[in-house]
Nanobody
């Protein structure tokens, strides 16, 4: 079983930046997609960004040009660099990996953008 642990959330002012990190247990290899989702109160969970094992990326229109998803030298780690944050970005952010027909989820980390 794969376990995911997120970190890096917190309170930040509009226009500020945060970097979220997610570390997966075990060895992740072959075809897989790691992603960040978010869920705000009263809203559906939505895809923010994803990255494949071949480093193909995908972003929600609302975050293009502001957020960057990447994998570190440790390929079991995924990052989300968030710049120019807006109050609308406030949500719980969840790390996800799709691998071997399964979805694995982290516990979520709160991001609050407020002055």
């Amino acid at each position: 079983q794969v376990q995911l642990v997120e970190s890096g959330g917190g309170l930040v002012q509009p226009g500020g930046s945060l970097r979220l990190s997610c570390a997966a247990s075990g060895s992740i290899f072959g075809l897989n997609v790691m992603a960040w989702y978010r869920q705000a109160p009263g809203k559906q969970r939505e895809l923010v960004a994803s990255i494949t094992n071949l480093r193909t990326t995908n972003y929600a229109d609302s975050v293009k040009g502001r957020f960057t998803i990447s994998r570190g030298n440790n390929v079991n780690t995924v990052y989300l660099q968030m710049n120019s944050l807006k109050p609308e970005d406030t949500a719980v952010y969840y790390c996800n990996i799709r691998w071997l027909r399964n979805d694995y989820w982290g516990q979520g980390t709160q991001v609050t953008v407020s002055s």
